[in-house]
């Protein structure tokens, strides 16, 4: 679970290359005026908000219901009359099954849009996603920590703009400061300040635009009473164009809550007290670590507030993750269900009791009033519900309310199976007062261990306010395939998803080549998807090559690639320096055919409409490797392959034999040739000695033999 939420973190809200336009919002809510109170717009595209994804399901999962709906021509999706409050998570999935999410946020009292990306964000993804069909400019707020490329701006310059929410603001903020971390590959750190000019712009020039660095830029702008702290999410400039981006603070007179972006990159949920930073350590962190804060001014001068031993939290029981499965039962009458709960902290599955049950319909939108039912101390219990049309069970496991997948008890009854999971222990944590740090710093924490550095996302403090903060401890680069074969003549096809996580907020640098990601042993004609070619490249007899750093997050790309089939046999022999996590092989099933891999690798038999798979789940250690035989796969007949050999041998005879004649033909010819002009020669000779003896003479019948045989030389 920490694994996922940390993925779902770094690539929805970390940083990607400048010219992924929007990324900040992506999968973020975004209020927006032009929507009804309980209207969500769902966008979906391909990398770039010219290509949108045409007819694809979108669910929109309502306080636990999940709800379904097509996208249209342009990529979007609307959901319509949703409760007031409603918590709200919406999904996609790719054409390789892979599950895209926004974040989970509850409605206001204005509709929301959410632009959701199946792919990367391509240059000059940018435009205008939040705006109605026409298109138009989002309002500052909507833009707001967001880089856009600029081409008439120079390689290497980041142009920051502040506002209260207004463009045509006739004072923009001037003479305020805006800072700049940069947080770079070798694990260095330097932090610039420029303060705005008169039209609300800061402008920071000679940027690195090979790719090693990863920039956030931050201000705070006071109004009504708050202050408001923005940050963007962090860019990697490359060689092509500068970057701009807006920060922007509510309105000047807006009375709405202090805004803090700082939720863009870590979630302010447990914000802690005035003045005070909390750092959770999440991963695989060790109990001896220590956390030390470090602040940095504007000039780059670096001092250290604090360093204290992590503690260990009590665990959090709220932190419920629940699965329900529900199974139809013939034999038990309509409306009535059976449930049984099960599970408890980490590791344990034990009955649960004390569990409330609801059920409510379906299409309900609120949640069901009255005391319901709890479990006894067994788990389990037998409801009834007369309703005729499905229901759905709420189910609260310590205060936390969840919902179950739709079901149908009007024919027949059935078994609700609900298993809940929680925390076996807290997280470690440290707490520290931020009392010496002033807001013209830059805040980060970070803790050392197993050699390495982890760091948190930086922050700008704010007076009297509080911050929570996450390092993440996690291997630095983490390596996944999702990959589909079959056996195609006389070639084993592979094709499929490569993604590299990196777990940092700095870009991780592979070596002066790039980083090159492994294929089995002997492969053979490996390609790329036209969409990747611009970022990876085909190293010939190790795999792909990515040329420039990875930026926070990670990348992904679809490429392909083949392994001969010998007599039958394909030997997989893969080697992982990284190691792999949570991948997956799909090997499509032929007659006869078997499978050798090592113990560990537990593989399971799916039906699917393009036919029968064998899935291998794949969690391999680094600098390791993986072996696998496939036997028994079908080949060609032997005359098959022999007799386009022996045809080709035959060709090849026939072409030298005709050749060799020709030859043979073309020197006879020429020894002709020679011999015709020695005789016409001596013929010639001889007629110019029978010249002097005249006509009438004895000679004539002599010339006249000589012509004859002249012009049947010449005519030969």
């Not at 009033?369 to 709890?374: D, I």
């Not at 490996?526 to 970022?535: L, N, P, S, V």
């Not at 092989?585 to 399971?604: A, N």
């Not at 073309?666 to 013929?683: G, N, P, Y």
């Amino acid at each position: 679970m920490a694994r996922v939420l940390l993925v779902l973190a770094l690539v929805g809200l970390a940083a990607v290359p400048a010219h992924a336009q929007i990324a900040a919002a992506v999968g973020q809510p975004l209020p927006s005026a032009d929507l009804d109170p309980g209207t969500v717009s769902v966008r979906a595209i391909a990398g770039s908000i010219g290509k949108p994804v045409v007819g694809t399901d979108v669910t929109l999962v309502v306080n636990g219901t999940p709800r379904v709906a097509r996208t249209d021509d342009a990529g979007r999706v609307f959901f319509k009359d949703l409760p007031a409050g409603a918590t709200v998570k919406a999904s996609i999935v790719d054409e390789d099954k892979k599950k895209f999410e926004s974040s989970e946020f509850q409605l206001g009292d204005q509709g929301v849009r959410l632009l959701l990306s199946t792919k990367p964000l391509e240059m000059g993804a940018g435009g205008a996603p939040f705006a109605g069909g026409a298109g138009g400019m989002p309002e500052p707020r909507q833009m707001s920590g967001q880089p856009r490329a600029e081409q008439a701006d120079a390689p290497g310059t980041i142009t920051v703009r502040l506002t209260y929410d207004d463009f045509k603001d006739p004072q923009p903020p001037a003479n305020v400061p805006v800072l700049l971390a940069a947080y770079r590959a070798d694990d260095t750190i330097a932090v610039r300040a420029v303060n705005t000019d008169k039209d609300g712009r800061a402008v920071f020039d000679n940027l690195d635009v090979k790719g090693e660095t990863s920039y956030f830029a931050m201000a705070e702008l006071p109004r009504n009473g708050a202050v408001d702290r923005m940050t963007s999410i962090p860019c990697v400039l490359d060689a092509r164009t500068g970057v701009r981006l807006v920060l922007s603070a509510a309105k000047r007179d807006s009375k709405d809550p202090p805004i803090d972006d700082l939720n863009k990159l870590d979630k302010q949920d447990r914000e802690p007290g005035d003045g005070k930073l909390h750092v959770v350590l999440d991963g695989v962190p060790e109990a001896t670590a220590k956390v030390r804060v470090i602040a940095m001014g504007g000039n780059g001068a670096r001092r250290v507030i604090a360093e204290v031993p992590v503690t260990r939290a009590a665990p959090d029981p709220s932190n419920v993750v629940a699965q329900d499965q529900f199974q139809a039962r013939p034999d038990a009458p309509a409306h009535a269900l059976h449930v049984q709960v099960h599970g408890g902290a980490v590791g344990a599955n034990e009955p649960l009791g004390g569990v409330k049950i609801v059920l409510v319909p379906a299409k309900q939108k609120t949640p069901g009033e009255g005391a319901g039912t709890l479990t006894p101390d067994g788990g389990e219990l037998d409801l009834s519900d007369p309703t005729n049309e499905p229901l759905v069970a709420e189910i609260t496991i310590h205060g936390k309310l969840m919902r179950s997948k739709p079901f149908d008890l009007t024919k027949q009854g059935g078994v609700l199976d609900i298993y809940a999971q929680w925390e076996a222990e807290g997280k470690l944590v440290a707490d520290v007062d931020l009392s010496a740090a002033t807001p013209n710093d830059v805040v980060f924490a970070e803790t050392k261990m197993r050699n390495a550095t982890y760091r948190t996302a930086p922050l700008q403090p704010v007076p009297g306010r509080g911050a929570a903060v996450t390092v993440y401890v996690y291997p630095r680069v983490m390596f996944t395939f999702s990959l589909t074969s079959r056996v195609d003549d006389e070639f084993l096809a592979v094709q499929g998803r490569f993604e590299l996580t990196n777990n940092s907020w700095a870009p991780y640098v592979g070596g002066p080549d790039g980083l090159v990601i492994p294929l089995p042993k002997h492969f053979k004609g490996a390609q790329i998807a036209e969409q990747d070619q611009g970022d990876v490249s085909v190293a010939q007899g190790e795999g792909f090559r990515i040329a420039r750093p990875l930026p926070p997050g990670g990348k992904d790309f679809h490429a392909a690639f083949s392994l001969p089939v010998d007599n039958g046999n394909v030997t997989w022999s893969l080697d992982l320096p990284m190691g792999t996590f949570q991948s997956e092989l799909d090997i499509l099933e032929t007659p006869g055919m078997t499978v050798q891999t090592p113990p560990s690798v537990k593989t399971q038999t799916v039906d699917d409409p393009r036919g029968t798979f064998l899935v291998l789940p794949l969690s391999i250690l680094p600098r390791q490797s993986m072996e696998m035989t496939m036997s028994n796969l079908p080949t060609q007949p032997a005359w098959k392959i022999w007799a386009p050999r022996f045809v080709g041998a035959l060709t090849v005879l026939v072409m030298l034999a005709g050749l060799g004649f020709a030859l043979a033909r073309t020197s006879a010819a020429r020894a002709q040739s020679h011999e015709r002009a020695a005789k016409r020669a001596k013929l010639l000779d001889e007629l110019v000695a029978l010249e002097p003896a005249g006509p009438g003479s004895k000679a004539d019948k002599r010339r006249a033999q000589i012509t004859e045989e002249l012009e049947s030389l010449w005519d030969a």
